[in-house]
T-cell receptor, first 114, second 110 residues
């Protein structure tokens, strides 16, 4: 079945540590996105990518980094510069990101600070 | 600035008690309005896309409608399995970024 796979489901970060969240899709979609979800707030865009080897900052990119070396993969690194990383992280994809089409989401990663 | 506001924040219904969820939006040229369902600890699941005022779409007990300023998600005779958070989102002509509301948490009691 086609879809988006996020791993791990749960992740714990120690102070000063960088952690990487994995996102893989087999939908052959060009566009991929990372969102952060906090209780009582809407999803906020961290980074997005419309094509391999290109990505753009979203609304809350500080303290995060991404790469897009393959069409299928869009990993997110939460760096030590992100002082409040505890949140539910969602990866999504869409066909090409240019026509306002719907998003397909993964099952999410819950990141907590030890 | 594009913005989406959903109300109420939470809604508690008895099984069979129909109601509506509201999504008010401000966007520079609506390219699409979306409804998603999200279960606890999972990613959102697509329900509907609406493109222009007057448009309506239905799926089982759910019906989405759209005006120039807001959208409603009508739930007819809900069942406990309809309990979830319902998210509204928009994309404007200014770009392809999807703007989400905070969601409405729906609880349906048997």
């Amino acid at each position: 079945d086609g879809g988006i796979t996020q791993s791990p489901k749960y992740l714990f970060r120690k102070e000063g540590q960088n952690v990487t969240l994995s996102c893989e899709q087999n939908l052959n979609h060009d566009a991929m996105y990372w969102y952060r979800q906090d209780p009582g707030q809407g999803l906020r865009l961290i980074y997005y990518s419309q094509i391999v080897n290109d990505f753009q900052k979203g609304d809350i990119a500080e303290g995060y980094s991404v790469s897009r070396e393959k069409k299928e993969s869009f990993p997110l690194t939460v760096t030590s510069a992100q002082k409040n990383p505890t949140a539910f992280y969602l990866c999504a994809s869409s066909i090409d990101g240019r026509r306002g089409e719907k998003l397909f989401f993964g099952s999410g990663t819950q990141l907590s600070v030890l | 600035e594009d913005q989406v506001t959903q109300s109420p924040e939470a809604l508690r219904l008895q099984e069979g008690e129909s109601s509506s969820l509201n999504c008010s939006y401000t966007v520079s040229g609506l390219r699409g309005l979306f409804w998603y369902r999200q279960d606890p600890g999972k990613g959102p699941e697509f329900l509907f896309t609406l493109y222009s005022a007057g448009e309506e779409k239905e799926k089982e007990r759910l019906k989405a409608t759209l005006t120039k300023k807001e959208s409603f998600l009508h739930i007819t005779a809900p069942k406990p399995e309809d309990s979830a958070t319902y998210l509204c989102a928009v994309i404007g002509n200014g770009g392809f970024k999807t703007i989400f509301g905070a969601g409405t948490r729906l609880f349906v009691k048997a």
